[in-house]
């Protein structure tokens, strides 16, 4: 995910009331844009959903009580007199949904349920806007701590790396070549479980003169993860905002200058194909029952060789057996959509079930290209062999990384198509001599002329799925499209922020 800088959020500065100090957390333009995101305190002690709806601004923190899933991705409701945030993990479950009130944080529920717990709650903050910024209210001790850590380095947190090289790519953007000066300290030499590492980002801030550390922003690598972990080398592309809090400043180094890094953080948990609608409950516990059967069964070498599941008949009591292929079949007929999760307790590996043959459309703009990328690779060596992208860009120079995007759609055979159009052709001298490509935004007759029928007319046996990674508004429009005219799960569409 590359940054999208437009408010320099750096020259905002924390301050003190009679009872309370205040914290910037947010520009307000980016929350009233997006009406729900998720910040971090400054203090290492959580996440924070914040909200702006009717011109109300709301903070509680982001983890649901229950399953820790993050409630800013979650719909905003009114239950009864409360105004609450809807868990989105669980949309059907506790009779209706699981909701947290805006303004004292108790769940609630919409109907008596037995695994309802009274004692659930989530911490909500005063919030204010205060010029151009969103501002949340904690306990003066807190705000000190808070204040403190903003200013200070972590060595857990920070790795010092320096600019090896820079690589211009566009009038307006570079490839920047990190190499490490001093590495982030660990507990463990183990890897991290909850690290995807085909989807993932870090953030990056700058070392001012003083020593202190510029606002962060969020950048995904072009280049893989291990040489990073190693503490090797990492590429990333940089477009340079003339205002930017961080790009800035960024546009003025040059080799030797030195940043700090983060830990890399998983961008997109890539989960089983389940495609079960309405059936997801029953479907889990099914492949729980599964997994304990093949534990029993070490037998079974092959699919075709037999074994057994006990399979409870209408009545409850009587037992069948069932052939591998007999359960294979079972399970391509429930096939689906390709699920993804923005908040990952762990990273699950997929498995295809054949013969479903999966269908992804990406469609971005500018270094959104960049998550694009790590996703198509991915994807490929697991077998997912239909990827359609949509690239749009301003002019023919503005197509980031476009040799690494030919190699890639000929290293695949014709499984990657990769297509680019351009929005400002009246921008380019002689455009015949150098373009020969599509103009004009992605809008929906693009889309069906590059994308084919499963996109259209669902099907069961290849399933579709469609990621946007754009400027808010470039996802917000093409996501509409998408949903009034595609025949797709509404499940099987993901945001992610370039």
């Avoid at 301050?15 to 844009?33: G, H, M, N, Y």
């Avoid at 009114?78 to 009130?101: E, Q, T, W």
């Avoid at 940089?238 to 003025?252: R, S, V």
């Avoid at 890094?261 to 948990?269: D, G, I, N, R």
Wanted: hydrophobic share 30%; net charge neutral; with cysteine.
């Amino acid at each position: 995910m590359g940054a999208n800088e437009s408010v320099n959020t750096s020259q905002y500065a924390p301050f003190e009331d009679d009872t309370l100090s205040w914290i910037p957390v947010e520009s307000a333009a980016t929350v009233r844009k997006k009406s729900q995101v998720r910040v971090s305190l400054p203090n290492d002690s959580g996440d924070v959903c914040l909200i702006h709806h009717k011109d109300q601004y709301y903070a509680v923190d982001d983890l649901c009580p229950h399953k820790d899933a993050s409630l800013s991705r979650g719909d905003i409701e009114d239950i009864g007199d409360n105004l609450c945030v809807r868990c989105p993990k669980h949309r059907k479950k506790f009779a209706g949904g699981l909701y947290m009130s805006l303004n004292t944080g108790q769940a609630h529920v919409k109907s008596p349920c037995a695994k309802f717990k009274d004692h659930w709650k989530v911490k909500t903050y005063p919030v204010q806007e205060k010029d151009g910024a969103v501002y949340l209210g904690l306990p003066k001790a807190e705000g000190a701590a808070a204040v403190k850590s903003m200013n200070e380095i972590s060595p857990k947190k920070w790795g010092l790396w320096k600019i090896s090289e820079i690589i211009p790519r566009s009038h307006d953007s570079n490839v920047y070549v990190f190499i490490p000066v001093r590495l982030r300290e660990t507990d463990s030499d183990k890897p991290d479980s909850k690290l995807n590492p085909y989807s993932w980002h870090i953030s990056m801030s700058l070392k001012l003169p003083d020593g202190s550390r510029s606002i962060e922003r969020e950048y995904t690598p072009i280049s893989d993860l291990e040489p990073f972990q190693k503490g090797e080398r990492v590429e990333i592309i940089i477009k340079l905002y003339p205002d930017g809090a961080l790009t800035g400043k960024l546009k003025n180094c040059g080799v030797g200058d030195e940043v700090w890094f983060s830990a890399p953080q998983t961008t997109v948990k890539t989960q089983i194909f389940t495609g079960v609608k309405d059936k997801k409950d029953k479907k889990d516990k099914k492949e729980k029952k599964e997994k304990k059967d093949k534990k029993k069964d070490k037998k079974a070498k092959d699919d075709g060789e037999k074994y057994k599941t006990e399979v409870a008949s209408p009545q409850g009591d009587t037992k069948k057996q069932k052939t591998a292929q007999e359960d294979q079949q079972e399970q391509n007929s429930a096939a689906g959509p390709l699920n993804v999760n923005f908040n990952p307790e762990e990273v699950q590996v997929m498995t295809l079930r054949p013969p479903v043959e999966p269908y992804v459309a990406l469609m971005c703009g500018g270094t959104g290209i960049a998550p694009m990328i790590q996703l198509t690779k991915h994807w490929q060596e697991i077998g997912i062999n239909k990827i359609y992208m949509l690239d749009s860009n301003h002019t023919p120079v503005d197509i980031l990384l476009r040799e690494e995007l030919a190699e890639l759609e000929a290293q695949f055979n014709g499984d990657v198509k990769i297509t680019h159009t351009i929005t400002k052709p009246e921008k380019v001298p002689d455009l015949e001599s150098c373009w020969s490509g599509r103009t004009g935004r992605i809008d929906l007759a693009l889309m069906k002329e590059c994308l084919p029928e499963p996109f259209w007319k669902a099907d069961p046996q290849r399933p579709a799925s469609v990621v946007f990674c754009g400027p808010d508004l470039f996802n917000e429009s093409l996501k509409k499209i998408c949903e009034e005219h595609m025949d797709v799960n509404p499940k099987a569409f993901l945001d992610l922020e370039a």
